[in-house]
Each structure stands twice: as structure tokens, then as C-alpha cells.
């Protein structure tokens, strides 16, 4: 019975939180309603419920840094001190004495002990011991209270955890939970019969194996075993109240739990069935009042007829025969439910393609336009390419379009975001219409292109696509990373060899910083506690920090570094690199300081949180300060954010900060012997060729084909600062513990604002040597900014049809945050870009002219 009790414990505990999303359903029906537990979840369903009672304890309780099973004692305190108030109370003796009253318990402990210190650490382990020992202590006081024998006990969860403390994914450890009920109406435990098994497979929503044996250790061998989804137990708890069900449940009661009679399980049935389909009918009666089209759900086009029938059934006392009847009837009111939350997807699906595609091609055409050569090319063949002549047309025709629409949208009565599509996509191929002019010019031109060129174009449009598929895939299976820096290490060595001399150094290094980050990819999603290996990363990125300020000193009269580095040698510079290197070994220390005091069960100092801020606030102004050549100003960077995330790191994901340096580095140096090959190789090219490289009106040249490799290498590096350390797109994959060096008294916005903090700091790496590379390359940032979208935006379609409404919470909620993630990534990379500005816009590369003086 031990093994029964540690696991339903420590399941029921995680319930609670949960148990209060299903409760809910229920409060407003129930006569009242008493309540006690955590801050953040009591007064959001209690607050502004006239017929409830309630408290909560202060947020300072909620302390990761202790044991916090005495958070459950002080539940069970209130509810034992509310009943001992009645016996006084004449007036609260009454609203506990009425029938339909709701008692709930909100037990955080074993949740915040799991999180903070594991499911199998003694203090969880302890939690689970109290909570048993709580549910028991209940039991008793509503017995001893109420002695009527009138009360029904509900025990169940929302969700399990992982060994690593987390929740979400779609292991059945996370999504199987216990669901144990006894009192009052509840059917006595039923032994296993050989022949045995559902036959209502259709309430399982997903594909999960259900009504697996019970495990032995539990002693429960030879008691039959019932499984439901989780939306089934509004219902089950709706008829032990007496109470009628929610209107917006979706879940079918199991009979298997409840106890009732022949007649009675019949009607509870025919109740249950009646108010899905209510749902059902009032959603068709909604969308038929206003569609101009409407199209009915056949397969219950006939209800009445069906429960005219059930009625027949029932008269003429066919019991079982009936409640078959009616379980179909539910299904079906189900499958309607779902055709018509859906009605609007074939129409909505192919108005947002149309308009990501719309959206596509006009920014295409506006790098055309304003990053390429052809503009002129095109100017000096024909003036009249930018004439829009028949742009009123266009326009004219749009409006119209648009206006029908809009009438038919607001006929039908749709949401504001329906027009917001329809608007969105008829502009952008209005805007594209215009350009037809300059569409007609492209098209001339590429006809008149030798078949080379057409190859190299077909090539470099199907690498590209096919690169962005592979980041598709990648988003599902991460060990995709590792194959591909082992393929690009290859190669690019390979390239570098046949290129430049081998005793350079440089494809010796782009090989093994390729291959050294794909390791990372290869590791768990969710990081082992390591804080030896945090601490030994600290002195690393010292190690990488000194090599770089090395090279920046002394290897700029070579060809292959000569851009990146800086002709002024500035004292103030060198103490500023040594101030960086100081911060990064405080930062080391304090992790080991931090860590000691929370493995201890101690509470965090306020000095050890004070100097983790400073260290981590001041260490990041400094980059701000540092000279500005490439390879001068990315390491101060490198180092500036280098004590952040070692404060916020609790295993390899600090060596990957290092080895994500490492590749970037690699990446610089790639470009910039690429640079030189090209230089060479244009100085005895065509007079056409030349054209192609003239500057435009800044200093920047015009992009070119090859060109699309900054933005595709970008993509590549911008997805793999998302899964080098996990899966940021999941829910689970998110440590709460990171936190512990800064803050451990639950503050949810700032402990997700930390989290989000450390996930963002990768991405500066990447944006930052994005904009060193186009400044190093004299290309435009903006029109690369661009070709980064269009990237985006062939991911985001795919997304878009990736996403599914069935499943695990994890499979569902990464359907649709891949889609999001990817939608957000042109606000989120334009954010980000404005932030690191403030570190790159003052960067500066040594001109070619001067190296090539120097070597004459």
C-alpha cells in the first residue's frame, strides 16, 4: 500500500492545481463554495464569485529554496479552523449544512518540492508522505462533521511529472494520472472479469494505450480498471452533486465510477447526451443565421427522429438498447461539435497562404528593387519599367474585391479578424499587381540569360528550400544539428583547403568548432544539474575570451584576419578586457556559492542575490566600451553576456555558450576568406560582372545570387541557439531552477522573464555576428534583414499546416507554438536587431587599400 500511496500522493498534489480547472466547471452551480491554497490560483476562480469563501497565503510562502510541504499543513489548518468557526458561527454552520457545497483544497507543496528539488528527493518524497497523511485528516474532519455519510470524494490530477521535475511532453508519465473515487454514489470496486473491455473506445481522444493492468506493487491485483480522459470527470463530479452538467463540457460520464441503477444509468446517459447536443445545436443554429451557404451536419440531421426513438425505447423498458442509442447520439453531437468549430478552416487556410505567399513575393520584389543591380539594368533598357500606368486599375479593382468581401464578411457576421485576412491579402497582391511592369522586365531578363545561369539559379533555389525544410524537421527531431555541422565542417573544410593554405589555420578551426557544436545536440532536452561543469565553462570561456583577444593583437598583419581586427591599441582597452575576464570568474564563484546555500535547503542570501544582479547588470554595459573592430568588439560581447548565463545555467547548456562562440567565429572567418577568393576571382571578371558588384548609394555593394547563403547560414544558427540546450518551442522544456541564483521566492513574471532572458542570450550572439558579417562583406543589412523574413516565412507555411487540435498537450501546444515562434520571428528578429544595434553600430573593418599598401 506504500507504492500506491507515494504514487497517487504525489500525482494528487500536482492535481490540485488542476483539479480546480475541472472544479470550475462546477462552482457557479454549487450553492457555495470554500477554498484555500496558493495566491495565484484560488483568487482567480474565487475572486468575484459572491458565493464562495476563501483565502490564501502570502506570495513570500512560496520560497523554492525550502521545503514547502508546510504550504499543504496550512490548507488543511484553514479548512479544520472553518469547520471549528461553525460550531460558533450559526450562519456558517448553515452554508456548510446545505446541500451542493464544494470544498477545495489547492496542496502546492509536492508541486513546488517537484519543481525545485526532483520527484524523487527525500524533501518530495516527505511532501508525499504529508499529503497522504492530509487526505486522511479530511476524510476525517468531513465525517466526524457532517456524519451523514453524504459526501463524495474525488482524488485525480491534470498531469503527471517527469523524473526531472517537469510536465507537458506526451510520455505517459506526464499524462497518465490517477482517478480514485469513493463516498456517496460511487460504485463499490468491481473484480476483473476475463471477458472484460470497453467497448466505448471512441471518448479516448488520442491513441494512448488505456485500461492497461494495474501495476502489482500497488495491491490492487484482481479490481477492475477504468480509464477516462479528463474532460469525463466534470460530468462524473456534476452527477454525484445531483447537479446538472456544465453547459460547455465535452466530457462523457463513466459509468464505471458511478452508482446507479438500470433506469437511472439510462437517463443519466440520455441527460449527458441531451446537453452535448444542445452545444451542437445551438453552434449550427449560430452559423446557419449567418451564412449565406450553409452546409448542415447530415449525420444528425434527423436528431429528433433519434430521440423520439430513445423515448420509444424507454417506454417499452429496453434499458440497455437505449443507452446504446444514446452513447451514439453523444458521439455524434461530438463529431458535430468539431465539424462546426472547423466550419471556417478550407476557407481561412487558403485565404493565409494566399496571403503569406502575397506577402513573399512583394518583399522579394522590394529586394529587387532596392538591393540588386537589376533596377538599373533594367532603367537603362527601357525607361518606362517604373511607369505604373494602370496602377489605378489595380487599385479600383482591389477595392472592389475588397469591399465585396467585406460586405459578405459582415453579412455572415464574422470576427474582425476574418476581414483583418481577407484586407491583409487582397493588399499585398494589389501591391504586387502594380509592379507588373517590373515583373515583365525580370521575366525578359532571365530569358535572356545563358542556361548556366539558369542552372545556378534552379540550384540555388532548390539548396535553399530544401535547407529550410531540413529546419522544418528539425523543430521535431533536434539531432538533425548534429548531422548537419558535421556535413558543414566537412565541406567548408574541404573548401577552405582547396582555397587558401592549409597553414593559415583557419579550416582546421572551422572544422573543429563545427564539430565540437554538434555534440550539444545530441545531449538530453532536459539539463542534468551539473554546477561543476557550469563553473568549469566559466574558466572556458575565459580561455576562448584571451585566445581572441590574442589574435585581435597580434595576427592582423595576415590577410585572413586583417578586417577583423583593430589598428588602435589603447590601454583603457586592455583593462577593460581584463574588468570582463574578472566578472566572468565572480560569476564562476558565485554559482558555486549560490548552488552550496540551495542544496543545503538554505534560503539565498539577499547580499549573494544582490552581487548576482551587478555582476550580471554591469558586466553587459561594458561591451559598450570596447574598441571597435570585429573581432575586438564580439569578444567583449562574448564576455559581456558570458556571467548572465553562467548565473542562469545549471549544466552543459554553459558550455554550449562557448562552443555557439566558437561557431560563429568559425562562420566570420569562413566569410572573410570567401571575401578574398572573390576578390581575386572578380579582378579578372567582365565588364558586366563588375556591374554587378558596383556599390549602391551607401558603401554597401548591391546583393548578388551567392549572396543567400548569409541569410540561410543565419537561419540555420538563429535555430540552433533555439535547440542547442533543449526545445524552446515545448513548454517542458523550460528549468525553473535556472532562477535560483537570482531570485527563490515564486515571482512568476520575473522568473519567466529570467528564463526568456537566458534563451535570448544565444540569439545575440547570432544577430551580433550577423551584422559583423555584412558589415565585413559591405552588404546591406536590411536587404539581408529581408531575405531572413522570406526564410521565415517558407518555415511559417509549413508550419501553418502542421498545426493539430488532437493529442498530447505537449503535441498540441508545439503544433501551434512552431507556427507561432516562426510567425513571431520577423517582429522578434527586428527587436532584436534594434537591441544589439546598441552593440554593433559602431563596428568597423580594416579597409582592404591599407592591407594592400602594407604588403606592396
Known sequence: MRALRQSLGRDMLLLLL?????????????????????????????????????????????????DASFLDEWSLDQFASLLNRSNEDAKLKQLLQQENVVVFLHLLGCDSNGHAHRPYSPVYLNNVKVVDNIAERVYNLVQNYFKDNLTAYVFTADHGMSDKGSHGDGHPSNTDTPLVAWGAGVRQPVPVSENHHHDDTLRFIDDHVHDMPTPSEWGLDGLERQDVNQADIAPLMSTLLGLPCPVNSVGN??????????????????????????????????????????????????????????EHLLSIKDYEAAKKLSENLRCLALEGLHYFQ??????????????????????????????????????????????RTNSWKVYFSGFLLMGSMSIILLVEHSPPLY???????????????????????????????????????????????????????????????????????????????????????????VWLACWFLSIFTLMPAQIPDNTKLVISSGFMIVVIGAA???????????????SLTHELRKPKFNILFLFQVLLVLSSSVMVSLSTARRTEKQELPVLHQVINWSIAGLSMVLPLF???????????????????????????????????????????????????????????????????????????????????????????????????????????????????????????????????????????????????????????????????????????????????????????????SHFGIMSAQVVFVLLLFALTSIYTKDIQTRSSKLLSSKQM
Not at 497562404?353 to 532596392?370: N, P
Not at 581572441?548 to 586583417?562: I, P, T
Not at 571578371?685 to 554587378?692: F, L, P, R, V
Request: net charge neutral; with cysteine; hydrophobic share 50%.
Open 18 to 66: 488542476a483539479f480546480m480547472k475541472i472544479l470550475v466547471l462546477l462552482l457557479k452551480r454549487s450553492q457555495h463554495t470554500f477554498a484555500f491554497g496558493s495566491p495565484d490560483i484560488i483568487p482567480i476562480f474565487c475572486g468575484e464569485m459572491k458565493h464562495s469563501t476563501w483565502n490564501s497565503y502570502p506570495h513570500e510562502y512560496e520560497d523554492f529554496a525550502t
Open 253 to 310: 460520464l463513466p459509468l464505471g465510477y458511478v452508482n446507479l441503477g438500470e433506469v437511472e444509468e439510462v437517463e443519466a446517459v440520455l441527460a449527458n447526451s441531451k446537453q452535448i447536443l444542445n452545444q451542437f445545436l445551438r453552434k449550427s443554429q449560430l452559423k446557419q443565421s449567418s451564412s449565406l451557404h450553409f452546409k448542415p451536419f447530415k449525420p444528425l440531421a434527423d436528431y429528433t427522429l433519434v430521440l423520439d426513438q430513445i
Open 342 to 387: 472547423t466550419y471556417d478552416w478550407f476557407m481561412l487556410m487558403t485565404v493565409i497562404s494566399l496571403g503569406y505567399l502575397g506577402w513573399m513575393i512583394y518583399l522579394l520584389v522590394h529586394v529587387l528593387q532596392s538591393y540588386t543591380a537589376l533596377p538599373g539594368k533594367f532603367f537603362r533598357k527601357d525607361r518606362s519599367v517604373y511607369l
Open 419 to 509: 476581414h483583418a485576412y481577407f484586407a491583409m491579402t487582397i493588399f499585398l497582391w494589389v501591391q504586387i499587381c502594380c509592379e507588373y511592369q517590373f515583373l515583365k522586365a525580370l521575366w525578359r531578363n532571365m530569358l535572356e540569360k545563358e542556361i548556366s545561369y539558369f542552372a545556378r539559379f534552379l540550384a540555388s533555389f532548390i539548396i535553399s528550400v530544401f535547407i529550410l525544410e531540413i529546419l522544418v524537421k528539425s523543430f521535431m527531431k533536434r539531432t538533425i544539428y548534429t548531422w548537419i555541422f558535421l556535413l558543414v565542417g566537412v565541406l567548408a573544410t574541404i573548401y577552405l583547403l582547396y582555397s587558401i593554405p592549409w597553414d593559415s589555420g583557419i579550416p582546421f578551426f
Open 548 to 562: 581572441a583577444r590574442y589574435l585581435d593583437m597580434h595576427a592582423g598583419e595576415s590577410k585572413y584576419w586583417f
Open 626 to 816: 570596447s574598441a571597435t573592430g570585429i573581432l575586438s568588439r564580439l569578444t567583449s560581447i562574448f564576455l559581456g553576456f558570458a556571467p548572465a548565463f553562467l548565473l542562469l545555467s545549471i549544466g552543459y547548456e554553459a558550455v554550449f555558450y562557448g562552443a555557439l562562440a566558437l561557431a560563429l567565429m568559425a562562420w566570420i572567418l569562413f566569410e572573410n576568406a570567401y571575401l578574398h577568393i572573390s576578390r581575386m576571382r572578380d579582378s579578372s571578371s567582365s565588364i558586366e560582372a563588375m556591374e554587378d558588384n558596383l556599390v549602391s548609394a551607401s558603401e554597401d555593394r548591391f546583393l548578388q545570387l551567392s549572396d543567400m547563403r548569409i541569410p540561410l547560414a543565419f537561419m540555420v544558427f538563429f535555430n540552433i541557439a533555439f535547440f542547442g540546450t533543449g526545445n524552446f518551442a515545448s513548454i517542458a522544456s523550460f528549468e525553473i531552477s535556472s532562477v535560483y541564483r537570482f531570485i527563490t521566492i515564486f515571482s512568476p513574471f520575473l522568473m519567466a522573464a529570467l528564463l526568456i532572458f537566458k534563451l535570448l542570450i544565444p540569439f545575440v550572439l547570432v544577430i551580433c555576428t550577423f551584422t559583423a558579417i555584412t558589415r565585413l562583406i559591405r552588404v546591406p543589412l536590411l536587404g539581408c534583414y529581408f531575405l531572413v523574413i522570406i526564410c521565415s516565412d517558407v518555415m511559417t507555411i509549413h508550419f501553418f499546416f502542421l498545426v493539430q487540435n488532437t493529442g498530447s498537450w505537449m503535441e498540441i501546444g508545439n503544433s501551434i
